[in-house]
T-cell receptor
Framework: KNQVEQSPQSLIILEGKNCTLQ??????????LRWYKQDTGRGPVSLTI?????NTKSNGRYTATLDADTKQSSLHITASQLSDSASYIC???????????FGTGTRLQVFP | SAVISQKPSRDICQRGTSLTIQCQVD?????MFWYRQQPGQSLTLIAT?????????ESGFVIDKFPISRPNLTFSTLTVSNMSPEDSSIYLC?????????????FGPGTRLTVT
C-alpha cells in the first residue's frame, strides 16, 4: 500500500534553533517528493521538490534530503524563526500520474 | 506559480443544507483538483475535474454528495450536499502546472466549513 509517514507528529523548538523533520514512504514507483508548508487556515505552499535521482535540495533556510534506497526524506530547518510555525507535509507523487500521496504532517511550533 | 482564490473562505452551515465553493485560477489550466482536510488530518483527494468532461471521483466520494462543475479552464465549483457535522473540514482547490522544477501542484487558501 502506498503510504507516507512523518515524524515527529509535533515539535516545539526555541527561536534560532535548528530542527529536522522525517518522512518515510512506501510509494513505488514515484516521480518526485515534495515538502509543503501549511500555515494555519491556509493552503499548502511548496518548499522543495526532488526527483528520485536528487539527494538534496535547498530553499533558503530549508534543506530537504532524499535517500531513494531507504525511502526516507528529511527536511532541515536552520535558525528557526517564529514564522516557521506551521505544519510541514511530505508528499510523494506516483510515477506518471497526477496522484499525490500525502503524509499526515509535522506540526512545528517555534517559541521566542 | 499559480494564483488561486476560493470563496467563501469560511462558512458555518446547518445540517441538511448545501454549500457551493468556488475556485478561480489566474490562468487557464487543464486539470483542477478538490481536496478535503479533516481536523488534524492530511489532505484527501475528492475528485479531479477536467474542463469539458465529468469529474473523476476517488474511492469513498460520490457525485451526489460532492457535485463538481468545471465550466471553463479557469473556474470550478464543488458543492457539499445535504451536509452533516462529519463534513466539517477544510476544502481546498488545487491546480497542476509544469514549471521550472517540473510538474507542480498549487493549492488555494481553502474553505473552512463548519456544520452544526
Amino acid at each position: 500500500k502506498n503510504q507516507v509517514e512523518q515524524s515527529p507528529q509535533s515539535l516545539i523548538i526555541l527561536e534560532g534553533k535548528n530542527c529536522t523533520l522525517q518522512c518515510n514512504y512506501t510509494v513505488s514507483p514515484f516521480s518526485n517528493l515534495r515538502w509543503y508548508k501549511q500555515d494555519t487556515g491556509r493552503g499548502p505552499v511548496s518548499l522543495t521538490i526532488m526527483t528520485f535521482s536528487e539527494n538534496t535540495k535547498s530553499n533558503g533556510r530549508y534543506t530537504a534530503t532524499l535517500d531513494a534506497d531507504t525511502k526516507q526524506s528529511s527536511l532541515h530547518i536552520t535558525a528557526s524563526q517564529l514564522s516557521d510555525s506551521a505544519s510541514y507535509i511530505c508528499v510523494v507523487r506516483l510515477y506518471n500520474t497526477d496522484k499525490l500521496i500525502f503524509g499526515t504532517g509535522t506540526r512545528l511550533q517555534v517559541f521566542p | 506559480s499559480a494564483v488561486i482564490s476560493q470563496k467563501p473562505s469560511r462558512d458555518i452551515c446547518q445540517r441538511g443544507t448545501s454549500l457551493t465553493i468556488q475556485c478561480q485560477v489566474d490562468s487557464q489550466v487543464t486539470m483542477m483538483f478538490w481536496y478535503r482536510q479533516q481536523p488534524g488530518q492530511s489532505l484527501t483527494l475528492i475528485a479531479t475535474a477536467n474542463q469539458g468532461s465529468e469529474a473523476t471521483y476517488e474511492s469513498g466520494f460520490v457525485i451526489d454528495k460532492f457535485p463538481i462543475s468545471r465550466p471553463n479552464l479557469t473556474f470550478s465549483t464543488l458543492t457539499v450536499s445535504n451536509m452533516s457535522p462529519e463534513d466539517s473540514s477544510i476544502y481546498l482547490c488545487s491546480v497542476g502546472r509544469v514549471g521550472q522544477g517540473g510538474y507542480e501542484q498549487y493549492f488555494g487558501p481553502g474553505t473552512r466549513l463548519t456544520v452544526t
